[in-house]
């Protein structure tokens, strides 16, 4: 039976490699730094850049299919899955560290069908890997099978988590006792990337047990809830039960083990969905 969606990955792929020429080309120039929500959520003309890029070049090939980015959603475009195929990009998960050339950027393209992602592509832009994932066919790093570690103590985890970029005081606290408890239990360590995308290809690629993060947004994690998944890691909600990718919340982990033991150790809190009405 001909895979239909290959070509779509295929292009997702060759995008993301182009779209990170131009990221490390920027690297080179003065990069204009504006705001959105807050002084700290910031963009760049280089995520627009590579937003227009990957979403005309994907139109041009498919025209039927629609598309959810995160700089077309902070312009007014709406933020709801459909059962269509659909393109879910970040063009730049890690703005603020390409603000600061700190070395962790990612082009994050996830593609869903019938509101289940089909294929996650996530460039690390400088680290020049392409982390590749298709929904029952394996996870793969610059074409190297992808495996999560086998560790289930969570006193000999390592575990990824972010600030996010809001600096909401009663968001924080929850964020700052969540981060208490979990490196007193104790855990080995808890790592930032300053990337949700990244954070999740080194689930993947076993180099942490887990990631979690309340802040979150649908681009952020499409592509790599399917790269955990697709190495061997499961995906949870902050409060247990099935990861939703229009809540802001989520736990990627190596096992269910770790991954519940984490969700005991959250002071969680809910926010605005990303697929709730638009205010007017
Ligand atoms: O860099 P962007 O695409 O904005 O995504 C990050 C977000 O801004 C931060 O608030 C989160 O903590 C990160 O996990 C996202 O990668
Ligand atoms: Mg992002
Ligand atoms: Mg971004």
């Known amino acids: 039976m001909a895979d239909v969606w290959q070509s779509a990955m295929d292009h997702a792929v060759a995008v993301a490699r182009k779209a990170g020429e131009i990221v490390r080309g920027a690297l080179k120039d003065e990069r204009t730094v504006m705001t959105k929500s807050c002084a700290v959520d910031l963009v760049t003309q280089t995520d627009q850049k590579v937003e227009q890029l990957i979403i005309q070049s994907a139109k041009e090939k498919f025209p039927t299919h629609r598309f959810i980015g995160e700089e077309s959603v902070a312009a007014g475009e709406s933020c709801i ?142 592509a790599g809830s399917l790269i955990v998944s697709e190495a061997g890691g499961v995906l949870m909600d902050v409060e247990g039960g099935d990861m939703d990718l229009m809540s802001r919340r989520i736990v990627a982990a190596n096992n269910t083990t770790i991954a519940e033991r984490i969700v005991k150790e959250i002071v969680s809190f809910t926010l605005q969905r990303d697929d709730a009405p638009l205010q007017s």
């Not at 082009?107 to 590749?132: A, H, P, R, W």
């Not at 239990?185 to 887990?210: D, K, Q, W, Y």
């Open 81 to 222: 899955l459909s059962d269509d195929p659909t393109w879910i990009i970040d063009p730049i998960d890690g703005t603020t560290n390409f603000v600061h050339a700190f070395p962790f950027v990612a082009v994050s393209i996830g593609f869903s069908i019938n509101k289940q992602v089909e294929f996650g592509v996530v460039y690390s832009c400088l680290e020049d890997k392409m982390f590749t994932a298709r929904r029952g066919k394996g996870a793969f790093c610059n074409g190297e099978a992808l495996q999560v570690s086998e560790q289930a103590d969570i006193h000999q985890a390592i575990v990824a988590t972010e600030f996010g970029s809001s600096r909401d005081p009663a968001a924080m606290d929850h964020i700052f006792r969540s981060l208490r408890n979990i490196l007193c239990l104790p855990v080995h360590g808890v790592r930032g990337a300053g990337t949700a995308a990244i954070n999740m290809c080194l689930v993947a690629s076993g180099c942490v047990e887990a990631y979690y993060e309340i802040g979150i947004h649908v681009w952020d994690v499409a």
